[in-house]
């Protein structure tokens, strides 16, 4: 079955600091891939999505995430924090050979981010 | 505006009282799904749909009904809340995946249950 892991429940960084949250994901083979964004309050907003195009991907609000096979990694990455990325972050992933049965995402259980000034 | 709506916002209600939370979307999306968010849980799937009158059950289906008989709507329905089923619940929309590509899916701004 497929699973997300997101290490760091919590990161705090910097108001100009390098942004790194992390995401693992389990498949058999190159699975859909996204990242998400959650502010107090809100729902879900697409962060940006890995469709085997490109392996770096970049993302709205200046993040980028990097699709690495050999790790089964693709983490979220920002050069400098903004007091506005404070937000809750969630990687999820779809099955390709069955997404196109059920568009089903499997998320991560989510990185709270905070940015001190 | 593109967008998925959800009613109401907030609920607080007692256990045993039938509720319904609603969803709508205007993007003419096949696919909606309904999703629970707890604390160090993340998301996970109540139920889905994939088009008009099809619906199954996601990966926590229990004490959660649903229907699908209009396109933009797909109601989550509680017919006997219980305290356990207290949580922000999401409803997501999307077109369905064989359309060129996996679709990102598109979220409602929540519905937080608390149900005493």
């Known amino acids: 079955a497929q699973s997300v892991t997101q290490l760091g429940s919590h990161v705090s960084v910097s108001e100009g600091a390098l942004v790194l949250l992390r995401c693992n994901y389990s498949?058999?083979?190159?699975?859909?891939l996204f990242w998400y964004v959650q502010y107090p309050n809100q729902g879900l907003q697409l962060l940006l999505k890995?469709?085997?195009?490109?392996?770096l991907v970049k993302g709205i609000n200046g993040f980028e995430a990097e699709f690495k096979k050999s790790e089964t990694s693709f983490h979220l990455t920002k050069p400098s924090a903004h007091m506005s990325d404070a937000a809750e972050y969630f990687c999820?992933?779809?099955?390709?050979?069955?997404?196109?049965?059920?568009?089903?995402?499997?998320f991560g259980t989510g990185t709270l981010l905070a940015v001190q000034p | 505006e593109a967008q998925v709506t959800q009613n109401p916002r907030y609920l607080i209600t007692v256990t045993g009282k039938k509720l319904t939370v609603t969803c709508s979307q205007n993007?003419?999306?096949?696919?909606m799904s309904w999703y629970r968010q707890d604390p160090g849980l993340g998301l996970r799937q109540i139920y889905y749909s994939m088009n008009v009158e099809v619906t199954d059950k996601g990966d926590v289906p229990e004490g959660y009904k649903v229907s699908r008989k209009e396109k933009r709507n797909f109601p989550l329905i509680l017919e006997s809340p219980s305290p356990n089923q207290t949580s922000l619940y999401f409803c997501?929309?999307?077109?369905?995946?064989?359309?060129?590509?996996?679709?990102?899916?598109?979220f409602g701004d929540g519905t937080r249950l608390s149900i005493l």
């Open positions: 890995y469709t085997s195009a490109a392996t």
């Open positions: 997501a929309s999307s077109f369905l995946a064989g359309r060129g590509g996996n679709q990102p899916q598109h």
């Open positions: 498949s058999s083979v190159p699975p859909y």
């Open positions: 993007m003419n999306h096949e696919y």
């Open positions: 999820a992933v779809s099955d390709p050979r069955r997404g196109g049965a059920t568009n089903k995402l499997i």
